[in-house]
């Protein structure tokens, strides 16, 4: 199995985000598709993100991969809460909810504007290449 360990890497957009789920920033060298990483901004805003698409020398597909947050964290969304039946999910525990977000394609980052200092930061990760390919 092909991956590699890369290393962590921010950048500051270069323009605002796109409904689309397109950010701008000065290059794309050092990100990778299937990485993780979080979008900020001066406004306290935040969101986990992963890498979908590099679309050129300094456009990167994003989307925003769901998870589970504090209550006291952005505006998530808690999903319907249920009981037995196919898609129906548990309610969470106290204090906590989850935030919504596709598991496919790119997310609306419209709200990560330039003028709020937005930017995206990768942590160090391993990234898989399921095609067995070494990664450039």
């Known amino acids: 199995m092909a991956g590699r ?3 962590a ?3 500051t957009f270069t323009a605002d985000g796109t409904a689309n789920g397109y950010i701008s920033v000065a290059s794309t060298t050092g990100f990778y598709v299937k990485a993780f990483a979080n979008l900020s901004d001066t406004t306290g805003r935040s969101a986990r ?3 979908t698409q590099i679309l ?4 990167l597909g994003v989307r925003i991969f769901p ?3 504090p209550l006291s964290q952005g505006n998530p969304i808690t999903p319907p809460a249920g009981g037995p039946g196919p ?3 548990p309610p969470p525990p106290a204090g906590i909810t989850y935030q919504s977000g596709p598991n496919y394609g790119r997310s609306d980052v419209s709200a990560f ?3 709020n200092g937005s930017r995206i930061d990768m942590e160090a990760q391993f990234i898989y290449n399921p095609n067995d390919q070494p990664l450039p």
């Open 56 to 59: 050129s020398a300094t456009q």
């Open 67 to 69: 998870q589970v947050v």
């Open 113 to 115: 504007t330039l003028a």
């Open 49 to 51: 993100v992963q890498i």
């Open 9 to 11: 890497l921010g950048a």
């Open 5 to 7: 360990e890369i290393a």
């Open 87 to 89: 898609g129906s999910a």
